[in-house]
C-alpha cells in the first residue's frame, strides 16, 4: 500500500523525518508492508530549496500546494508556533486529510478544537511528537495503557531545564553560567524563555491532561513556576536532605478535581526521576492496574524526533483509529488550594529567638514544621535555616511567607520549593 | 462492536484479567468505543468455578470447549508451561482465531512455527505479558519505534533476580538470606530455579530478539548465567568501582551475528539501570534515530499484567494487524567468542610476587589489566585482590582463570563477572 505524504516545515525536525523515510523506508516496509512517499515538501523559506533538491522531493513555498492536493493522505505540520499551523491544520482536516504534528504549543492552545474537527471528520491528528521528543509515550499511553485509569502523573518534560539543573547540580555552577553552558552546548536556545519559565512544560502537561483524563486545561488556570530561583544552596541542602530538586510536571487526578502544575520540585534522589541526567525527558505514571511505569528518553531533536512524527504516519497510514478518552469533566484546582510539603530556606540573623518568631508565624497558618537544620555556612551576619513542612495549604504557606519576610530578622525573600515524596 | 473472548487458565493473570476486564470496561469502550464480552473460561482445575460463577461467566474444564467455538473471537492463554499450552494456541489459529498469550516459556520454544501459522492465517498472537508484565514494551517497540534500528538491548527481565540482588546490597544480607525472603515476601517461588539460573531472563530475551531482529535464537546457543554465586563481597568491591551488579540480558546487532547473553554484569552505578529496585523490571534500548530509551515498570504480579493482557485484546479487537520484523538472519555468536571487560575478584595468599605470577598468566593470554585493589579485608591468610581488564576475548579469559586457578597461592575458584559499560 502507498501512502502519499506532505511536510510542511522544514527545520530540524522537519529535515531529519524527510531523511528518515529514506534512510529506514526498507525498515518500515518490512514492519507495516507500506511503502511511504513523500509527495511534496514545503517551506516559507526558499533556502530550503537545495535541501528538498538533492533529496530528490518536490518543493514548495505555498503550503496550500499541499493541503490543496487531492493525492495527499497525511499532512505533516513541523513549523511550530501558532500561525499559520493551525490553519494548515484546520484546513487539511476540512480537506479529508490526517494531520501529523509536533507542535506542543498550538495543541495546548487550540487542541481542543483541532480534535473535535478531527473527530467530526473521522480523521486522525497524530502527535507523538509533541511530548518527550522520541519517546512513544502517546502511543504507550493511549494503546498500551487502554484499560489504566492514570492517578499520578509525574513528568520531566523539558530537557533544556533539566540539563541546567544537572549541571549546576554535577559541576556546582550557579543557575546563570550553567544557562550559558546549555546555550553553548546548544541545549538551549538564545531565547530560552518558554523553557526556563516552565511554560513549555506546562504546555505539554495540558497534552498528557488530554491524553489521560480528556481534559484541556486553560493554560491560564494552571500554575507554572520556573527554575531561575533555584540556588546552588538549595541543590546542596536539598541533597543533605535525601532529595533531589528537578522540573517537574504534576497532574494527579482526585475526585471531581484535577490538580495540575508544573513548578521545581524536590523528589527523593532515590527515585528513577531523579537519575534522569543531562536533557532528556521522563514520564513517571501511577496508574491502576498496571502501577506504576517510567518512560524515558531523548525530549528533542531533529533526528531522535523524527522517530515518533514517523511512528505516527506509519500508523495513520496503516488505518489504526487511534484511541483517545472522550470529553472528561474536572474543575482545575486552583494552586491556593493545592495540599504538599515544603522546603523553605530562609536567612536569618544569628541571634536568639529567631527561630521561634517564625516557627510562630507557621503555627498561626496551621503548619507544622517536619524538621529543621540551621546550617553552618555564613553569607555576612546571616545563616541559612532550612525547614520541612508537613502537608499544608498553599494559601496558608503564602500567607505565612508574606508575614516572615517581614520580620526583620529575616534577609527576605525566603526560598520555598514543594516537596513531593514519591514512592519508591 | 462487540467482541468475544475465551480465557483459558485462571491463575493469578487470568483472574485478574476477569476482573479487570469487568472493573474497567467502561474505560475501554470510551477510548476503543469496543464492547469485550468473555464468552467463557476454562480451567482445568474445578474448584475455579466458584470464581467464575461470582463474576457471572460461564466455566469449563475443558479448553476445546473454546476453541471449537466459533463465536469465539481471541483466545486468551493464560496456562504456561508448553503442554496443553502449544495445542491450545495452535489449535486455536487453525479455527481462524486470534490469540493472546503470556507464556514466555512456549514462545521462547515454539514461538517461530506459532507466529509462521499466524502469519499464514492471516491471525494475530498477542505476546504484550509475556516480557516485562505490566511495562507496554511490545507496542511501543514494534510500533512506537516502527522505523527504528535497535542496536543493543540491556533488560533487567526477571523481577526475582533484581529484587535478591537489591536486597544483598541494601541489607547487606548474603544471597541464600535474600532468596529466602525473596520467598517469604512473594517475590520467589518456592522452586526458583528457572530465576535464579537466567533462563526466565533467557526466554525473555529471545522474545525480544524476536521483536527487534526478526531472530528466534536456539535456546541452546543462547548463554545463561544466573546469580547465585554472586556475594556480597562482588557487591562491595563493584560499588567501589562504581558499579552495581544486575542480572542483565544482553543483545547487540553485529555485522551479520548477534551477541546475545544473560549473565551478572557490573554496570555503572549512575546509568538508570542501577536505579531498577525491587522486584521492578526496565529494557534499555540503544536506536537509531531514536536514540537511548529506558521503559520501566512492574515486571509480574497478576493485577500489573492484567493490563498488558487487555492491551492486546484491545488491538486484536480492533483490528489493528500490528507490526513484526519479519524473518531476519543472524550468526548467534559463540560467547567463547565475544570480547567485554572483566572483573576479577581472586583471594590470595599475602605473599610477595602473586600479583606478578596473575599478571604474568593474563598477559600471556592478551588480557591487559586496567585497574588492580589490593583491598584490607582478610579471610584467614587469604587477601582480596580486585582487577578489572580492558577488552578481552572470553575464549582467552576462560583459559586464562583455569591456569591461574591451578596457582598454590590462590584460594580457587577466581570470581569473574562482566562489565558494560553503559552510556549514561
Known amino acids: 500500500m502507498i501512502k502519499k505524504i506532505g511536510i510542511i516545515g522544514l527545520g530540524h525536525v522537519g529535515t531529519s523525518v524527510v531523511e528518515s523515510l529514506k534512510k529506514y523506508s526498507s525498515l518500515i516496509r518490512?514492519?507495516?508492508?507500506?511503502?511511504?512517499?513523500?509527495?511534496?515538501?514545503?517551506?516559507?523559506?526558499?533556502?530550503?530549496?537545495?535541501?528538498?533538491?538533492?533529496?530528490?522531493?518536490?518543493?514548495?513555498?505555498?503550503?496550500?500546494?499541499?493541503?490543496?492536493?487531492?493525492?495527499?493522505?497525511?499532512?505533516?505540520?513541523?513549523?511550530?508556533?501558532?500561525?499559520p499551523a493551525n490553519s494548515i491544520i484546520l484546513s487539511a482536516l476540512n480537506k479529508g486529510k490526517s494531520v501529523v504534528t509536533?507542535?506542543?504549543?498550538?495543541?495546548?492552545?487550540?487542541?481542543?478544537?483541532?480534535?473535535?474537527?478531527?473527530?467530526?471528520?473521522r480523521k486522525r491528528v497524530g502527535f507523538e511528537a509533541s511530548v518527550c521528543g522520541a519517546i512513544p509515550l502517546?502511543?504507550?499511553?493511549?494503546?498500551?495503557?487502554?484499560?489504566?485509569?492514570?492517578?499520578?502523573?509525574?513528568?520531566?518534560?523539558?530537557?533544556?531545564?533539566?540539563?541546567?539543573?544537572?549541571?549546576?547540580?554535577?559541576?556546582?555552577?550557579?543557575f546563570a553560567s550553567s544557562l550559558n553552558e546549555a546555550q553553548v552546548q546548544g541545549y538551549a536556545e538564545k531565547?530560552?524563555?518558554?523553557?526556563?519559565?516552565?511554560?513549555?512544560?506546562?504546555?505539554?502537561?495540558?497534552?498528557?491532561?488530554?491524553?489521560?483524563?480528556?481534559?484541556?486545561?486553560?493554560?491560564?488556570?494552571?500554575?507554572?513556576?520556573g527554575i531561575s530561583k533555584i540556588s546552588l544552596l538549595d541543590i546542596a541542602y536539598a541533597k543533605d536532605l535525601g532529595y533531589q530538586i528537578k522540573l517537574l510536571s504534576i497532574a494527579k487526578k482526585e475526585k471531581g478535581s484535577l490538580d495540575i502544575r508544573v513548578h521545581p520540585t524536590l523528589i527523593p534522589i532515590d527515585h528513577p526521576l531523579s537519575q534522569v541526567a543531562l536533557a532528556f525527558n521522563a514520564v513517571y505514571f501511577d496508574t491502576k492496574p498496571a502501577g506504576d511505569l517510567l518512560f524515558y528518553g531523548q525530549g528533542a531533536g531533529g533526528v531522535a524526533t523524527s522517530s515518533s512524527v514517523i511512528s505516527d504516519i506509519v500508523s495513520i497510514a496503516s488505518g489504526h483509529k487511534g484511541f483517545i478518552r472522550s470529553q472528561g469533566k474536572a474543575k482545575i484546582k486552583n494552586i491556593a488550594d493545592i495540599k504538599t510539603r515544603y522546603y523553605i530556606r530562609c536567612m536569618v540573623m544569628d541571634s536568639p529567638g529567631v527561630l521561634a518568631k517564625i516557627s510562630k508565624i507557621l503555627a498561626s497558618y496551621k503548619i507544622s514544621i517536619a524538621s529543621v537544620n540551621q546550617k553552618e555556612r555564613r553569607e555576612g551576619k546571616f545563616v541559612p535555616i532550612v525547614m520541612q513542612t508537613h502537608q499544608a495549604k498553599e494559601s496558608n504557606m503564602q500567607k505565612a511567607i508574606n508575614n516572615i519576610n517581614r520580620l526583620k530578622v529575616i534577609k527576605s525573600p525566603l526560598q520555598i520549593i514543594r516537596i513531593e515524596d514519591l514512592p519508591s
Chains 1, 2 share one sequence.
Open 30 to 83: 518490512e514492519r507495516s508492508s507500506l511503502s511511504l512517499k513523500i509527495k511534496k515538501v514545503c517551506d516559507a523559506n526558499k533556502s530550503r530549496r537545495n535541501f528538498a533538491k538533492k533529496l530528490g522531493v518536490p518543493f514548495t513555498t505555498d503550503y496550500n500546494d499541499l493541503t490543496n492536493d487531492p493525492e495527499i493522505d497525511i499532512i505533516v505540520e513541523l513549523i511550530g508556533g501558532i500561525e
Open 191 to 225: 531565547k530560552a524563555d518558554l523553557d526556563i519559565n516552565g511554560v513549555d512544560s506546562l504546555h505539554k502537561l495540558c497534552i498528557l491532561s488530554y491524553l489521560c483524563y480528556g481534559i484541556w486545561p486553560s493554560l491560564d488556570k494552571v500554575y507554572a513556576e
Open 138 to 174: 502517546i502511543k504507550s499511553t493511549s494503546e498500551g495503557l487502554v484499560c489504566c485509569d492514570v492517578k499520578k502523573i509525574y513528568g520531566i518534560l523539558n530537557g533544556t531545564t533539566n540539563y541546567i539543573l544537572y549541571k549546576m547540580q554535577r559541576e556546582n555552577i550557579d
Open 102 to 121: 509536533a507542535n506542543k504549543a498550538l495543541l495546548a492552545t487550540k487542541g481542543k478544537k483541532i480534535f473535535a474537527l478531527a473527530q467530526k471528520n
